[in-house]
């Protein structure tokens, strides 16, 4: 199947599928992590409870673990290994994992424990997940850590290194997305500057990727790879409807989601900006 064939089929599959995905998230995101689970065809869950997690985990097509949630570590573990168990992909967001001790012990111990088909982070998450000293100290992603075009070459090869360790896929996401199986390298260059201008655009791609990979389980590098670009195409078209009504980031917030509700696989293949990295 032709690559651009194979990410618009993703999106299809997500609405023809409607995968329920269960979300351990935190507060500050969570409502907008349902509705873009929504937008994209997918059913959102957020049981989160000890109590709960691993019954609920039966039910779903996929599992997302955010680390926003740092009280809720214990629930990830339990429900991530259930689904490690049932064989249904789990997707880590390592939330600022390298900010502080609380966070490193349990970005480490979640690696340990719990198999994840794919990782979404921002440049500075992902180099602590692969062991380079980062300055990174919060959500969002410190300048020098920023993947260019100029430190693309090293950034693939630590993404393509960490996903070989792991055997996951991995994607950086910023103003150039880098995601690696450990195989095949997709860069994307969908997106606009105004999505960094908004809470919760990283938690909700990984929700969305969530969906993705609960509808393509043999094959989650094209559902990461096509969530990525479905959400840079989103931001795009967001962001000409802001500039054209003369809106602001709150508005644009819902015309994100409204974008990625709307988006048809044309677009999608006619405005993804993808290519497979060639050393």
Known sequence: MNTMNQYSKAL????????LVQCITNFVTVNDCANIILAAGGSPTMAQDVREVEE??????????NMGAIDFVDSMLLAGKKANCLGKPV?????????TQLRRDAS????EEVHFAAIRGNASEIRFLAGQRTPGS??????GDAVTEENLAEAVAMTEKLAQKLGSVIAISGVLDVISDGRQ?????NGCATMARITGSGCMLTAMIGAFCGAMVEDPFSATVAAAAVMGIAGELAEERRMKNETGNATFRNDLIDAVFNITQT???ERMRCEIYQR
């Open 12 to 19: 299809q599959l997500v609405r023809q599928k409607a995968p």
């Open 56 to 65: 609920a985990v039966h039910g779903a097509s996929s599992l997302v673990c």
């Open 91 to 99: 997707v880590l967001d390592p939330v600022a994992a390298g900010g």
């Open 108 to 111: 480490r111990r979640l690696l």
């Open 138 to 143: 919060g959500v969002d992603v410190e300048t």
């Open 185 to 189: 390298t997709a860069i994307l260059r």
């Open 267 to 269: 677009q999608l293949q």
